[in-house]
C-alpha cells in the first residue's frame, strides 16, 4: 500500500488518508486540474531560468 508523509508529525499514513490519524492533521484536498497545473508551471519556470 502507497504511503505519504504527515507534515505535522512526520510519520507515514496511508497515501489515501484524509487525516492522520497521529496528530489530527488534514490533508488539503486538490482536484487533479490543479496538481497538473502545478507541475506545468514548475516545468515552464524550469525551462524559462534554464534558456
Do not use: T
Amino acid at each position: 500500500m502507497k504511503k505519504k508523509e504527515c507534515p505535522g508529525c512526520a510519520m507515514e499514513v496511508d497515501a489515501d488518508s484524509d487525516i492522520c490519524p497521529i496528530c489530527g492533521y488534514e490533508f488539503p484536498s486538490q482536484p487533479l486540474s490543479i496538481q497538473i497545473m502545478a507541475w506545468v508551471m514548475a516545468i515552464l519556470l524550469l525551462l524559462w531560468l534554464v534558456f
